[in-house]
């Protein structure tokens, strides 16, 4: 399954992770492998958005923007009868929805 490509406000912060996999564990769409002892998001256009992970995470190593992103850049589509669009461009660095 893949949303829009590179806009998951999903953000991952390595240098928290203690590699417990928890992540990977309740990720429903597999965002996350385990690599070396740490957790690297190896399909980031597969989030969803749900909020799992981050909620999961007791390090602090992931951060999510639940209910946001795709399916607002989907409804909005639909409204305006135009592409799916989360506006956020993807050049600053950091993803924004899926």
């Known amino acids: 399954m893949k949303y829009l490509k590179e806009t ?3 953000k991952y912060f390595p240098e928290k992770c203690t ?3 928890r ?3 309740v990720c429903p769409h597999n965002v ?3 690599s070396r002892g740490k ?3 190896a399909h980031r256009d597969r989030c969803m958005e ?8 007791d390090f602090g190593a992931i951060s ?21 669009s989360c506006d956020c461009g993807g050049s600053s ?3 924004c929805c899926c």
Not at 64 to 69: L, P, Q, R, T
Request: proline letters at 2%; hydrophobic letters at 45%; aromatic letters at 2%.
């Open 50 to 57: 749900c909020g799992a992970c981050a909620k999961n995470c």
């Open 8 to 10: 998951a406000t999903l």
């Open 64 to 84: 999510v923007d639940a209910g946001v992103g795709c399916a607002a850049a989907v409804i909005n589509g639909i409204l305006r009868g135009t592409e799916p």
């Open 93 to 95: 660095g950091s993803a």
């Open 32 to 34: 996350f492998s385990m």
């Open 39 to 41: 957790a690297v998001v």
């Open 23 to 25: 992540c990977g564990e």
């Open 19 to 21: 590699g417990c996999g």
